[in-house]
Every structure is written in structure tokens, then in C-alpha cells.
């Protein structure tokens, strides 16, 4: 039987109110047994004796309420975990994203660079707004450095 299934019984068992209704037991012409709330009409009939409910037990209320504040608590750490693991993955996600656009700009800058205009210098744009062409030290230096952003971005 699950704790849930044990407090729910012990909910219903404390908090539900006692009934003194009268139970009447009788026996028809036929021999068969029936049980009444109300008394038969011109026969014989005995009353049921009706079992007597103690008052609630203090220490098992204390009990019942500590055990649902620990279910309570335990419910709030998985919804806390479960939101954390959420968090961590859109993180991962949006970082594998941001990885993955990295590669493809490097990737099409250092196919630009090896293109087949690869022989004629590259323009480029400085801080400062002005355009100018790349030195071939300057390119083969760009081609070093979009080659170990590829390696290091893209998933081989």
C-alpha cells in the first residue's frame, strides 16, 4: 500500500464524522436475515450495537501532518530539480546553437578565403570604417585562425 494511499485513509478515518444511526436486524417468514435503519413494521427485531469511535489520537495527527509537510517538501525539491534540469538544457541547447552558427560563419569565411579568387587579396574592414586589402601574411594568418575555429566549433 503507497503512503499516499495510507495518509488518504488516515484522512478519511480522522476527519470523518461519526454516525449514531440505529441498525435493526430481523428475520422475514422465509428464514432470511435483514438489517434495517428503520425498525421493521409488526415482527420481532433486535438492535445492532453500533462500534464506539475513540477521539482522534493527538500523536497520530501530529504524525499525519508531519508526514504530508515531508511528501509536501519532497514534491517542491522534484518540481525544483525537475525546473533546474529544464534551465540546463535550454542552456546547452542554446550554446550547441550558438556553437553551431559560430561553425558555419567560420566555414564560409575560410571557404571565401580558399575560393577561387583566392589569389587576388581580400578586402577588409577596419575599426575605424576604411576599406583595405589583406597582405598575404594577413590572409595566411585569417586562414590559420578560421581553421582552428572550425576545428574547434564544428562537431566532426
Known sequence: ?????????????????????????????????????????QRQFEMVPQPHFSPPDRDALRRLKELSQSQERARKARQ????????QAAEEAAEKAARAE???????????????????RVLT?????TQRRLTIAERQTRLKVLKEQVADLCDK
Not at 499516499?4 to 440505529?22: G, Q, R
Not at 559560430?102 to 587576388?120: D, F, I, V
Not at 574592414?125 to 570604417?129: A, H, Q, V
Open 1 to 41: 500500500m503507497s503512503k499516499t494511499s495510507i495518509l488518504t485513509m488516515l484522512v478519511v478515518l480522522v476527519f470523518t464524522p461519526v454516525v449514531e444511526a440505529a441498525t435493526y436486524k430481523w428475520v422475514d417468514d422465509e428464514g432470511r436475515t435483514h438489517f434495517s435503519d428503520e425498525p421493521p413494521p
Open 80 to 87: 525544483d530539480k525537475e525546473a533546474e534540469r529544464k534551465k
Open 102 to 120: 559560430g561553425c558555419r560563419q567560420a566555414q564560409e569565411q575560410l571557404t571565401q578565403l580558399k575560393g577561387r579568387y583566392s589569389r587576388r
Open 125 to 129: 574592414t577596419d575599426d575605424d570604417g
